[in-house]
């Protein structure tokens, strides 16, 4: 299966909006649950948001109401809007693609998911 890529990260002043892409058209990542993990500068990766083949979607408590994780259906890219970005939401932000359909465990640990893109930083200015 073809490399998740990422693309969209950039910098922003806080308020601001961006929006990741990460193409995900392969066969095998359609039958995948499929999420957005970011990592901070001396801090631990962590579970953005997560989106299961029924189109369930989770959110962690931090991003919850500002950031919109979605697919495309016809190509299967996996897009995460950000939007009223925070200083705090400063990271390398990776996609990621499950063994399963459904998001492992709560969807928002690393484990479960095995097939990663390399990552875009996302910096946001105070």
């Known amino acids: 299966q073809a490399p998740l890529v990422e693309s969209g990260g950039g910098s922003v002043q806080a308020g601001g909006s961006l929006r990741l892409s990460c193409p995900a058209s392969d066969d095998y990542y359609r039958d995948r649950c499929l999420g957005w993990f970011r990592q901070a500068p001396g801090k631990e990766r962590e579970g953005v948001a997560c989106?299961?083949?029924?189109?369930?979607?989770k959110y962690a408590d931090s991003v919850k109401d500002r950031f919109t994780i979605s697919k495309d259906s016809t190509n299967n890219t996996l897009y995460l809007q950000m939007n009223s970005l925070k200083h705090e939401d400063t990271a390398v932000y990776y996609c990621?693609?499950?063994?399963?359909?459904?998001?492992?465990?709560?969807?928002?640990?690393?484990?479960?998911?095995?097939?990663w893109g390399q990552g875009t930083q996302v910096t946001v200015s105070s």
């Open positions: 989106v299961n083949t029924d189109g369930y979607t």
């Open positions: 990621a693609a499950a063994w399963s359909q459904a998001c492992p465990g709560d969807g928002l640990r690393s484990r479960g998911y095995i097939r």
